[in-house]
T-cell receptor, first 115, second 116 residues
Framework: GAGVSQSPSNKVTEKGKDVELRCDPISGHTALYWYRQSLGQGLEFLIYFQGNSAPDKSGLPSDRFSAERTGGSVSTLTIQRTQQEDSAVYLC?????????????FGSGTRLTVV | DAKTTQPNSMESNEEEPVHLPCNHS???????IHWYRQLPSQGPEYVIHGLTSNVNNRMASLAIAEDRKSSTLILHRATLRDAAVYYC?????????????????FGKGTHLIIQP
């Protein structure tokens, strides 16, 4: 597609349940990032994928969070045993590898509400 | 990545130019200056970036001070659709290896309010 696609756009889940969030990056973009944004706050980096290299997981807040990227394209962010503090908008971005020289394209995000 | 400082909010009138300042006094010689904006209920959107020279594109202009310790994003004729949070970010591609451990570091940005 023309942009970064994220699904679902909204997700309400019960505390303790697992959720999966999906990101379809722009075709050909080798770099993929996950961020989250709590209400009224800035963006918090979670994880970074670059081509076939091992992902940089340094931003994941706990071991309940994991992500994978299959075939260098689609990525799934999984949150296990969700907690209320996980409620936020989860944003995905992709870029050509030389992202620092050009712009990153963000999706519209998935709004996660844990009740 | 070096830190940037922006005003929390600014207000402007529709159809007037807007100058959004950003201070980055600790910028390194290889840091690029990037601007993004985030409209309500949307993900951030790339606006413009530059290194030393002023830059223009269809969305905005970027004026970079000669010492590179500050920059200004210029919206030549603001519309109501330009109301957003504007983020000024520094990226160093030399030490970044295509993305780096923290990606783009977003601060609080400037909340731009456009009055009709």
């Amino acid at each position: 597609g023309a942009g970064v696609s994220q699904s679902p756009s909204n997700k309400v889940t019960e505390k303790g349940k697992d959720v999966e969030l999906r990101c379809d990056p722009i075709s050909g973009h080798t770099a993929l990032y996950w961020y989250r944004q709590s209400l009224g706050q800035g963006l918090e980096f979670l994880i970074y994928f670059q081509g076939n290299s091992a992902p940089d997981k340094s931003g994941l807040p706990s071991d309940r969070f994991s992500a994978e990227r299959t075939g260098g394209s689609v990525s799934t962010l999984t949150i296990q045993r969700t907690q209320q503090e996980d409620s936020a908008v989860y944003l995905c971005a992709s870029s050509p590898w030389e992202g620092a020289f050009s712009g990153y394209t963000f999706g519209s995000g998935t709004r996660l509400t844990v009740v | 990545d070096a830190k940037t400082t922006q005003p929390n909010s600014m207000e402007s009138n529709e159809e007037e130019p807007v100058h959004l300042p950003c201070n980055h006094s600790t910028i390194s010689g290889t840091d690029y200056i990037h601007w993004y904006r985030q409209l309500p209920s949307q993900g951030p959107e790339y606006v413009i970036h530059g290194l030393t020279s002023n830059v223009n594109n269809r969305m905005a202009s970027l004026a970079i001070a000669e010492d590179r310790k500050s920059s200004t994003l210029i919206l030549h004729r603001a519309t109501l659709r330009d109301a957003a949070v504007y983020y000024c970010i520094l990226r160093d591609p030399v030490s970044d290896s295509g993305g780096g451990a923290d990606g783009l570091t977003f601060g609080k940005g400037t909340h731009l309010i456009i009055q009709p």
